[in-house]
């Protein structure tokens, strides 16, 4: 099994697709390295660039929030994304983008071993559930693939930019919750 820090050393020194040449920070991932809930968004914004850390401006004080609501932080859960450097100005990672950094996203699950997967957004949910994935219609469902339940939410950043969905993000939260104190009630009998 391979260690957490061969793993970052090695992503950090990828060059396999065009995002690595305008990354201030590599942004891997952070949290609990046995958490039982992973969230995977879409790629580093501006200040994830800036600081090396996954939802650290506006979207990740949101979550932050969302984390709160069902009982957990960041020393609960893990987070990562889908690619590892800022796409420009922010725009949706490319197709081979992803593909390019899908192995460090499959190798971070691997070492995670979560039971449980958040999407968070479209992006992840078309990658990791099914490529037609409708966030619109099939958020808040759990998709049972391989051994591991994956559920897809609205990315924060699209609250922000609409918040007629928080209702709607709301009641994933609440099933998100349902689910990993289903897990935790389960460990303990």
């Known amino acids: 099994m391979e260690s957490w820090e061969d793993l970052k050393k090695e992503c950090a020194g990828?060059?396999?697709c065009p995002l690595c040449e305008g990354r201030h920070n590599l942004v891997f991932g952070v949290g609990n390295e046995s958490a039982d809930?992973?969230?995977i968004g879409e790629g580093p914004g501006e200040q994830e660039d800036l600081q090396g850390l996954p939802f650290v401006g506006p979207a990740g004080k949101l979550l932050d929030s969302m984390l709160e609501m069902?009982?957990?932080d960041r020393s609960k859960v893990y987070i990562a994304n889908m690619v590892k450097c800022r796409p420009p100005h922010n725009r949706d990672p490319q197709g081979t983008e992803m593909a390019a950094c899908r192995s460090w996203l499959e190798r971070q699950i691997a070492l995670v071993n979560p039971k449980?997967?958040?999407?968070?957004g479209r992006i992840s949910a078309t990658a990791l559930i099914r490529e037609d994935f409708r966030i619109t219609r099939e958020h808040g469902i759990w998709f049972d693939i391989g051994d591991r339940r994956i559920l897809a939410t609205f990315h924060p950043s699209a609250l922000l930019r609409d918040p007629s969905k928080r209702p709607e993000a709301f009641m994933d939260l609440?099933?998100?919750r349902k689910e990993y104190?289903?897990?935790?009630?389960?460990?303990k009998i």
């Open 116 to 120: 449980l997967i958040v999407c968070l």
């Open 37 to 39: 809930l992973m969230l």
């Open 70 to 72: 069902i009982d957990l």
């Open 14 to 16: 990828c060059r396999s």
């Open 174 to 176: 609440r099933e998100i």
């Open 181 to 187: 104190r289903a897990l935790h009630s389960a460990d």
